[in-house]
């Protein structure tokens, strides 16, 4: 398969720069496998699309607030991070753009007072980030840090954090710190709506995918089976894998979850 077989053609009024003002009013489609049937309706109506016995298999990863914008220590040039795992107390591995103007022993000033100096770089689009001034980094992140929503919503890149962001950019279930990015078809359900599908029969089960960088590049190209994509950590738990073998229909919630189950699979 080659990257230009999935190009097709997405008229820029039809994305959402801003989530419904209720989870479960997003809107659902509906893909009847043996009829081709394709229906519409609201995420509310899901438990009326469901039967007793299934089963939704849900990633609780949270989401971290780990994209920082920083000036160049005499040029003032902005820099992006996406910091990612821990190399060393104060040492993170990020995804630097532009990556050619942050070099080894170069600065940052980071919102807050705090720096971030590039250890070394380590190729395709990645490097070293030393951060001072910053106290604890888990900390610092939540108060200055931006989530990292996707490349076609569109955020201001100077300000305070958009606190809404942190809120609706993050599943009602999420517990385990560790994404870079959220598991989107998570984000539409609400507390209400996984109380409605328990007292209908729907089992929930948990698993955690921890989301890689991987999604915020676009360099895929020509037979994608030559293209590397980062290897993701998840986390499967032994009574997890029970119920989901015990339901008579599993439902993936996203990609994340179906890539959980299609590993274990194996």
Do not use: W
């Not at 469901?50 to 939704?56: E, I």
């Not at 960088?213 to 894998?241: H, K, V, W």
């Amino acid at each position: 398969m080659k990257a230009s077989d999935l190009d097709y053609h997405l008229p820029r009024g039809l994305i959402a720069q801003e989530p419904a003002a209720r989870r479960e009013d997003s809107r659902l489609l509906l893909l009847e496998r043996k009829s081709g049937c394709i229906s519409h309706h609201f995420f509310r109506e899901l438990p009326t699309l469901l039967r007793p016995g299934d089963c939704l298999v849900l990633n609780n990863s949270r989401v971290m607030p780990c994209r920082l914008f920083g000036k160049r220590e005499g040029t003032g040039g902005r820099v992006e991070l996406l910091l990612l795992e821990a190399r060393g107390r104060k040492i993170r591995r990020a995804l630097v753009n532009p990556y050619r103007r942050f070099r080894p022993d170069e600065n940052l000033i980071l919102p807050g007072g705090a720096r971030a100096r590039c250890v070394r770089q380590l190729g395709e689009g990645y490097s070293l980030v030393e951060l001072s001034g910053s106290g604890p980094i888990r900390g610092y992140l939540e108060r200055h840090g931006r989530m990292p929503v996707p490349p076609y919503i569109k955020r201001p890149k100077t300000g305070s954090p958009q606190a809404a962001d942190k809120e609706r950019y993050q599943t009602v279930f999420a517990q385990a710190y560790g994404s870079t990015a959220a598991p989107t078809a998570g984000l539409h359900f609400s507390r209400g709506l996984l109380s409605r599908l328990s007292r209908g029969g729907t089992g929930l089960a948990r698993i955690t995918l921890h989301v890689g960088p991987g999604t915020f590049r676009s360099e895929l190209s020509g037979d994608l089976s030559r293209n590397r994509i980062e290897g993701e950590r998840y986390i499967m738990r032994e009574q997890t894998a029970r119920t989901i073998n015990a339901a008579r229909r599993v439902i993936a919630v996203g990609t994340t979850a179906c890539r959980t189950l299609e590993t274990r699979a194996v």
